[in-house]
C-alpha cells in the first residue's frame, strides 16, 4: 500500500463520472437536497414547529390512507376535503339594512363511499344584535337542502368574536334534513346527514357531481363582519402520503425529516472525521509515548458499546438534536483516527517529510502543510461512508423514543407508529416511507464512498 | 513483544474499559437516581402518615413531620451524602462489578423477584436464543454464498450479491421487523405480530410455542445481515483465491469444489472468526431495537421498558452486562485473531 501516488482533484472528478453507483448516489443525494429546499420554502415554518402539538392537526382525518390509493381498482374512497375561507367564493348583498354575507365552496365529488362525517367552521364579530346562520346544499340533481338554520348566541361585551364549528351530527342538521325525505322515492336515513347529503334520489346509491355548500350569514349591524368559515369533509384517504393516528400529515413529517436527517448525518461525518484524521495524524506522526497513549484512548472507545451509552446520554443529559448531534460525534472519529494513523506513519518517512524536518519546519506546520493535504481525499471518502452510521444511529435513538420532542424525525415518525402498533394494524403509509427515506439517504452516502474510496484508498484500489 | 505481554496488555485493556464504561454510566445516571430515590421516600413517608391516622393542628406542623421522616431516612440509607461521594461512588461501582446490581424500582422479574440480577438472567436466555441462531445461520449462510460469489468474482451473481449487499445494509433492521410484521402478521396471517408467547412457562409446549414466535424476529435478522456478510467472506476469499499455494493446488488437480469450499474458506478463517465475533457481540446492541419492535422477552425489550420507566438499576445493570459480554467477546477475539497472525502482535 503507498500513499506517494497522489490525485489531483480533477482526476477524481473524471474517475468518479465513470463510476455508476457514485453518481445514483449523487443523484439520490441531489432529490434529498431539493426535498429539503421544498420543505424550507413551500411548507410553513408553523408545522414543523406544532408537529407534536395535537390541536394543530385536529382538521386532518385520523390514520387515512395516500390519496393516490383510489387510482387502483376496487371502489374510489371519499378523500378528505379541507376547505377553507380562501377557497370561497363570496358574494354579499344588502336589502334593507340586512347585509347577507355568502361563502360557497364548491366540492367535487366523485367517490364510491359515502363521507365518514362533515364539519362546518364559521366565526363573526358582531355587536348586540345577534347575526344568522343559514347552511345550504346544492345537490348535482338541482335539489337544495337546508342543513341548518339557527342564529348565533348573544355577545357577552359590547363587541365579540364568535366561533363554532357545526358538525354532522348535530341534531340540528338531521331534524332540517326530515324534511327533504318526500325528494327520495325511498326512504333514507336523516339521522346519518353525511349519508343522506350525498345520497342518490331514486336509487339507494351515491350521487357523484358537482356540490356547492352555501354559508350565509346574515348581519344586522354595519359593523359586523364574517370573520371565517370553512368546510371539512372528513374521508378515508388524505394527501400524498396519508395522515398517521395523532391526525398529523405525514408528508409534511417526512420532508422535514429531510433537512434534519442530513444535518444529523453530514455534521456528525464531518466532525468526527475531522476529529479523527487531526487525533490519528497526531498520534501517527509523535509516535513513541504519545502514539501509544493516544491509541490506548482510541482502543478504550473502540470498546465501548455505543447503543447503550448513547440511551444513557441522552436520557440523562438531554434530547436536545444538537445535544444528539454531539453524543455521536464523541463515538464517530474512532475509526478515522486508527486509518489516519497508519498512514501517516507511512508518510512521515517520505523523503520530503524529513526534509522538512531537518530544515527545522515546526511539527505543526509539516502536519498541516505536508500529511494531512495527502489524507484529504481520504477524508472526503470517509465522511460519505459515516454519514449513514450517524444518520441510523440517530434513527435508532428517536426509534426508543429519545428524540427532539419539538421536530419531526423520521426515527421519531417510526417509535409513534410502533408505539401505536401500525405494523399489525395495516397502517402501511404510516411505516414504509419514514423508514424507505431513512434507507435511501444511507443508501446515497455508500453509494457515494464506496465510490470515492475505490478512487482514492489505496487499500481499495489495489482490489 | 510475545504473546503472553500481548494478553497481559489487552487485559488491562479490557479491565480499564469496563471501568470507564462503570463510572461514566453510574456518573451520568448518579443525580437522576438519587433524584427518583428522594421522591419514592417522600412519597412513602406521606403514604404512611395517611395510613398512619395522625391529627395536626396545622398544616406547617405536618410539613415538619414530614420533614423529618423524609430526612431520617434519607440518612439511614445514606443519601445525604451525594452521589458522587467517594464513600458511595466507590460503594456504587464495587457493587455492580460483583454483579451485585441492587432492586429495581418499578419492574420485577416474572416469578415477581424485583432483584436487578434475577430480572436480568430471566430474560438473558432468550437474548442469547435469539442472537446466536440467527448469527450461525447467517454466518452459514454467509460463509457459502461469500465463497460461490467469490470464485466467481466479476459474474452476474457477484455484483447482484454486492447490490443487495449495500442495500440491505442501507436498512434499519427494526424498520425491515416492522414491515415483517405488516407482510406476515396483518397481510397473511403466518406469524403472530407479538413474539411473546401467550402459553405460561411451565407448559410442557412451551418451548414450541416460543420456537414459533422467535420465528419471525430471526427471519428478519438473517435477511438484514445475510448480504453484508457474503460480501465481506466473499472480500476475504477473493484475496485467498489470488494466492500462489492456490494455483498451485489448481495444477495439482484438485477439484475446483474443493478448493474453494475448503482451502480457501479455512484460509480466510481468522478474519473471519473476528468477524463473526464482533458482529455477535455488535447484535445484541441491535437487540434493544430489534426486541422491541418484536416484543420478544429478552435484555432488548426489559431495557426498552427499563428506558420507558426510567427505572435506573436497571439500565445500569443492563449496560453493564452488555458491556462486559461486548467487551469479552472483543478480547477472547483479539487473543485469538494474535494467536493465528502473528502480525497482529507487533501492530
Known sequence: MSVTEVLSRSDIIRQFKHSKSGLAGVFLLLALVLMSVYAAVAVPFESLRQWNNPVFWVDLPQSAAPAWTNFGFGPKNTEHVVLRMEDASVSVSTEGGVRTVTHSYSLNYNYDTYPDDFMLIYAARYGSTQPALQVDVLRPDGNEFRIYFASLPPSQQGDNEFSARVFSTDRAVSTELRKYLGSFSYTPDHTRPQVMMFSDAVENRVLKGNYVIKETFYLFDPADSVVNSGFILGGKVYGIIGTDDLRRDLSVGILWGAPVALFIGLTVAIAGVIIGLIYGVIAGYKGNRTDEGLMRINDIFYSLPTLPLLIILSVTIGRNIFLITGFLVIFGWVGMAKISRSLALQIKNLQYVEAAKLMGQSDFKIISKHIIPQLLPLTFASIAISVPSAILGEATLSFLGLSDPSIPTWGQILHDANTAGAASRGLWWWIVPPGLMIALTGLAFVLIGNALDVIVNPRSRKR | ?347
Open chain 2, 1 to 347: 513483544m510475545g504473546f503472553s505481554r500481548f494478553v497481559i496488555k489487552r487485559s488491562i485493556n479490557m479491565v480499564i474499559v469496563l471501568f470507564a464504561t462503570l463510572v461514566l454510566t453510574i456518573a451520568l445516571l448518579g443525580p437522576t437516581m438519587d433524584k427518583i430515590l428522594k421522591e419514592s421516600i417522600l412519597y412513602y413517608a406521606v403514604e404512611e402518615l395517611n395510613n398512619k391516622d395522625i391529627k395536626f393542628p396545622t398544616a406547617a406542623e405536618r410539613q415538619r413531620y414530614i420533614d423529618e421522616q423524609v430526612a431520617r431516612q434519607i440518612k439511614t440509607i445514606g443519601l445525604d451524602e451525594p452521589w458522587y461521594g467517594p464513600k458511595r461512588f466507590a460503594n456504587t461501582v464495587l457493587k455492580v462489578m460483583i454483579l451485585d446490581l441492587g432492586k429495581s424500582n418499578y419492574i420485577t422479574s416474572d416469578a415477581g423477584s424485583p432483584k436487578v440480577s434475577d430480572i436480568i438472567l430471566e430474560k438473558m436466555p432468550k437474548t442469547i436464543l435469539l442472537f446466536t441462531t440467527s448469527t450461525i445461520i447467517v454466518t452459514v449462510i454467509g460463509l457459502y454464498l461469500g465463497a460461490f460469489v467469490g470464485n466467481k468474482a466479476g459474474s452476474l451473481w457477484d455484483r447482484l450479491n454486492s447490490t443487495f449487499a449495500v442495500f440491505s445494509s442501507s436498512f434499519p433492521t427494526w424498520w425491515v421487523g416492522m414491515l415483517m410484521i405488516f407482510a406476515f402478521a396483518f397481510t397473511y396471517h403466518i406469524f403472530p405480530s407479538r413474539a411473546t408467547p401467550l402459553t405460561p412457562p411451565s407448559d410442557p409446549s412451551y418451548i414450541f410455542d416460543l420456537l414459533y414466535h422467535m420465528l419471525l424476529p430471526l427471519i428478519t435478522i438473517v435477511l438484514v445481515a445475510f448480504g453484508a456478510w457474503a460480501y465481506t467472506v466473499r472480500y476475504f476469499v477473493v484475496g485467498v483465491l489470488g494466492e500462489d499455494y492456490i494455483a498451485a493446488k489448481r495444477t495439482a488437480g484438485i477439484p475446483e469444489r474443493r478448493i474453494v469450499y475448503s482451502h480457501a474458506l479455512k484460509n480466510a478463517a481468522p478474519p473471519i472468526v473476528t468477524v463473526v465475533a464482533l458482529s455477535l457481540a455488535g447484535s445484541l446492541s441491535g437487540a434493544i431495537t430489534i426486541e422491541a419492535v418484536f416484543d420478544w422477552p429478552g435484555m432488548g425489550s426489559l431495557y426498552y421498558d427499563a428506558i420507558g420507566f426510567l427505572d435506573i438499576p436497571i439500565i445500569i445493570g443492563i449496560t453493564y452486562v452488555l458491556t462486559v459480554i461486548f467487551i469479552l467477546t472483543v478480547f477472547v477475539t483479539d487473543i485469538i485473531y494474535a494467536y493465528f497472525d502473528p502480525r497482529v502482535k507487533v501492530g
